[in-house]
T-cell receptor, first 109, second 113 residues
């Protein structure tokens, strides 16, 4: 059974700083790796995904994936107050996404 | 526009009562999912479906049943609700095997008293 863990549980970052979030998974056969963002009281929304080792950048967001280390990460540069949210990583487990426990990010102006 | 609609948005139920949460999608996705979200646990998979007539157990299926009568509709049923099932429930649709990010509904907040 897929086990997905996130760290840290929460963090506070100043506006304009770089934020790094981590996710580890247990099944090396996993194919797709996702980051979701959830603002308070709202639905989770997909940010971006990656399926091969390496790095993918979209705007201020970058994903790194290392399948051998069972680890992927999300980096946010120039953090904005609107980035304050719960960030959830997810890994494919069969035909469903299995989610981590989340990291709460608070960006202080 | 792609959409997943859940009803009701809020529900208060009594212990031992039956609760049905409904979900409708207009995306023509084969796969649909039910998750619950509790503080400290992220999103946990309860049941999912590959298409009309199919339901599969997720990671925490005990105490829940699911029904997929059509491509568009997927229900979650609590036959005998318990206070431990107080949570926020999210429905989603999306074909994960094709790297389609599941699209989530706005959630149903359920309180079992």
């Amino acid at each position: 059974q897929q086990n997905v863990q996130q760290s840290p549980e929460s963090l506070i970052v100043p506006e304009g700083a770089r934020t790094s979030l981590n996710c580890t998974f247990s099944d090396s056969a996993s194919q797709y790796f996702w980051w979701y963002r959830q603002h308070s009281g709202k639905a989770p929304k997909a940010l971006m995904s990656i399926f091969s080792n390496g790095e993918k950048e979209e705007g201020r967001f970058t994903i790194h994936l290392n399948k051998a280390s069972l680890h992927f990460s999300l980096h946010i540069r120039d953090s904005q107050p609107s980035d304050s949210a719960l960030y959830l990583c997810a890994v494919t487990g069969g035909r469903a996404l299995i989610f981590g426990t989340g990291t709460t990010v608070s960006v202080s102006p | 526009e792609a959409a997943v609609t859940q009803s009701p948005r809020n529900k208060v139920a009594v212990t031992g009562g039956k609760v049905t949460l409904s979900c409708n999608q207009t995306n023509n996705h084969n796969n649909m999912y039910w998750y619950r979200q509790d503080t400290g646990h992220g999103l946990r998979l309860i049941h999912y479906s590959y298409g009309a007539g199919s339901t599969e157990k997720g990671d925490i299926p005990d105490g829940y049943k699911a029904s997929r009568p059509s491509q568009e509709n997927f229900s979650l049923i609590l036959e005998l609700a318990t206070p431990s099932q107080t949570s926020v429930y999210f429905c989603a649709s999306g074909d994960v095997a094709d790297n389609q990010a599941p699209l989530f509904g706005e959630g149903t907040r359920l309180s079992v008293l």
